[in-house]
């Protein structure tokens, strides 16, 4: 069972990018992993997600901004942000997507994306 810590967060202006990273404490090479988002109050929800081959998944408001990508060498999933909104401001976490046999509901710590002039 993995452990994933997240960083990358910060404060930016509305259209600045971000990259997020997301280091596992485990092996990923065969498993998909997930970038989720949180607002304050609202459950967790999947912004996208990386299968073991490569394939990507996008939320609806994210895509043609957002690519996750994969690195298993380094056990490291990251998520690039471009064209930020307003919007995207929330609390950003990674883990297996929900009902991959791995998955757990056990949350790193996430990295906090404020987008705002």
């Known amino acids: 069972q993995a452990q994933f810590v997240e960083s990358g967060g910060a404060l930016v202006q509305p259209g600045w990018s971000l990259r997020l990273s997301c280091v596992s404490s485990?092996?990923?090479?065969?498993?998909?992993i997930a970038w989720y988002r949180q607002y304050p109050g609202k459950r967790r929800e999947l912004v996208a997600s990386?299968?073991?081959?490569?394939?990507?998944n996008y939320e609806r408001s994210v895509r043609g901004r957002f690519t996750i990508s994969r690195d298993n060498d380094k056990n490291t999933v990251y998520l690039q942000m471009n064209n930020l909104k307003p919007e995207d401001t929330a609390v950003y976490f990674c883990?297996?997507?929900?009902?991959?046999?791995?998955?757990?509901?056990?949350w790193g710590q996430g990295t906090q994306v404020t987008v705002s002039w």
């Open positions: 485990a092996r990923i090479g065969r498993d998909p």
């Open positions: 990386i299968s073991s081959y490569e394939i990507a």
């Open positions: 883990n297996y997507p929900r009902g991959w046999s791995s998955f757990k509901d056990s």
